[in-house]
């Protein structure tokens, strides 16, 4: 108990301000949880999860500022980070390790910061959230430059760790962006775009795994999908840019290519084998009767978009 109330000391006003956050509030709609039967506590989550994506759709502005953002700093080289603790760390981590394989994007591109490390990805360190110097040192061993974007990720917009991390990139002339669902709290004073969704007490007080973290899962995918898209890794609504590490992604890869070409089945694989499976060479090569040679020049021309490559290539006879 000693231990104890030394650290609720050294929290100070972070532990008087706790009770006064929309997430850590008590939810009218599930008071008597315990007392209801499985399909009640059912409904009662699926009911709440539901105001989550009507929350979103009020942020969207703010995420739109954020797409734009991250896709310039790829653009110029820059890479993406998201810092968090416990559930929006995991959940930065999760939405990072996901878009090698979705964009075959560079690992470097997207990169999570996680208090506690890689350890912190299955078990919970929440100590080390409270640390501002661990937030700032983790963040400054990446090499932070005004090229790249922080992206913040606070449930209640308060963690220390993050905080300071976000106060390093700053001062590092980085681009600052936070997600949090507490649009009053200290976090929205430090990003400069700020991402803030009121998405209501949880179902369990405090848990904010639940309601916040789908905000959180939500947001993130929009970010990335959206910059990756702005880039031209996505035609149409197509993964042109898959990583084929897989049977399935194999399959996919040559349906996308007789999507945006009109042959069978059997002559998209041999495109795609002529291609070295590049789906948007083989598109190249295909459409415009290039080489292979000569349509990874193209695209490397075009800055990697299929669409600009396409309308700068005339076709030629093979």
Known sequence: MKR?????????????????????????????????????????????????????????????????????????????????????????????SECPPTFNASRRMVQCVIAGGNRALGRAVEAAEDSKVRGRRELAARGITSHDVVCGLAASGRTPYTLAALEYARSRGATTICVTANPASPITRVAGIVIAVKVGPEVVAGSTRM??????????????????????????????????????????????????????????????ERAGGSVPVAVLMQRAGLSRTAARKRLAASQGNLRRALANTQPTPR
């Not at 030394?6 to 315990?34: F, H, Y």
Request: net charge positive.
């Open 4 to 96: 104890l109330s030394k650290r609720a000391r050294c929290l100070g006003p972070l532990a008087d301000d706790l009770a006064e956050l929309e997430t850590e509030r008590r939810n009218r709609a599930s008071r008597d949880l315990d007392r209801r039967t499985a399909l009640e506590i059912a409904r009662i989550i699926n009911g709440e999860d539901k105001r989550v994506p009507a929350a979103v759709a009020k942020a969207l502005p703010a995420i739109a500022r954020a797409i734009d953002a991250v896709a310039e700093a790829f653009r110029n080289g820059g890479r993406l980070f998201y810092v968090g603790t416990g559930t929006s760390g995991r959940l930065g981590a999760l939405d990072a």
């Open 211 to 272: 309601k916040a973290g789908t905000m959180e899962k939500l947001v993130l995918n929009t970010i990335t999908t959206g910059a990756f898209t702005r880039l031209g890794y996505v035609y149409g609504n197509l993964m042109i840019n898959l990583h084929m590490k897989s049977a399935k992604l194999v399959q996919r890869a040559a349906g996308i290519l007789q999507t945006l070409t009109g042959v069978g089945r059997a002559e998209a694989l041999r495109w795609l």
